[in-house]
């Protein structure tokens, strides 16, 4: 059975290693997961990843990978050795290349568990149809978890708006729910939002929340805030 503090990743998207380490440093033992994305892997290769798994923190690589099969692949081996839980890969680069990532990581011990990101929280209907797609961000989501699940990826990144839809069709999948935002925090450049209670309520395996937590003044206090809200409404659905 799954804690309230293994059920949330803060995303450190913060510029360097230092940064990182400070804000962890700060937070303490308020958490459990950290997620790290492009901003800070890029600036620190694995030697982050190393840092905080050396502290005791579960880690969820956000590398969003999205490149012909053969690459992605590649890629996932490439990083599967350095103990990350959890590495995103995007549903739309289509079948072939998720059954290749899903491939890759069978094939290599202690590979870390595949989720799909469907569509971006940060995108509505209006920038669907900017890239050309004309469904909702509703049926864009299903159809992609539809494409990864078939690729044999159970577990996917999309909003809270379409928790309830996922969790109905795929009852065992992991859902991870980016795009929270606690009652009275910026909204920044995200589109598709929810409180942490309502993402909870709606089906979520996990949260993911970033400068909420990150740009607070004091990170701890809104860490433990969010814990109270998700442990408030798991009460409240059980
Ligand atoms: O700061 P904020 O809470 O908006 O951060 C959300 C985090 O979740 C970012 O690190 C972003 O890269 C990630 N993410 C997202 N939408 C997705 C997938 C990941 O916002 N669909």
């Known amino acids: 059975m799954l804690t309230i503090k293994d059920r949330l990743a803060i995303a450190l998207d913060l510029p360097n290693e230092h940064e990182a380490i ?40 956000d590398l969003k990978l999205h490149d012909i099969p053969n690459t992605v692949a590649g890629a996932v081996r490439s990083v599967a050795a350095i103990g990350a839980e959890f590495l995103t890969v995007h549903a739309a680069g289509g079948p ?14 202690n590979a870390p568990q595949l989720l799909a990101v469907t569509v971006l929280t940060s995108m509505d209907q209006l920038e669907l149809a900017a ?8 049926n864009q989501v299903l159809r992609l978890a539809n494409t990864a699940s078939a690729a044999g990826i159970n577990g996917f990144v999309a909003s809270a708006e379409e928790a309830a839809s996922l969790r109905h069709r795929f009852p065992a999948a992991a859902l991870v729910i980016p795009g929270i935002r606690p009652a009275g925090s910026a ?52």
């Open 131 to 138: 890239i050309g797609i004309d469904h909702s961000p509703e």
């Open 22 to 61: 400070k804000l962890v440093d700060r937070l303490g033992d308020t958490c459990q997961w950290f997620k790290v994305g492009m901003e800070l892997y890029y600036a620190t290769g694995n030697s982050i990843i190393q840092q905080l798994r050396d502290r005791g923190f579960s880690v969820f690589l």
């Open 187 to 238: 909204i920044a450049d995200q589109k598709r939002i929810a409180s942490p209670a309502a993402a909870l309520a709606a089906g979520a395996s996990f949260l993911v929340v970033g400068r909420p937590i990150t740009q607070a003044p004091d990170p701890a206090a809104a860490t433990r805030a969010i814990l109270e809200e998700m442990r408030s409404a798991t009460a409240l659905s059980t």
């Open 96 to 109: 072939a290349m998720l059954e290749a990532a899903a491939e890759a990581a069978s094939s290599v011990p």
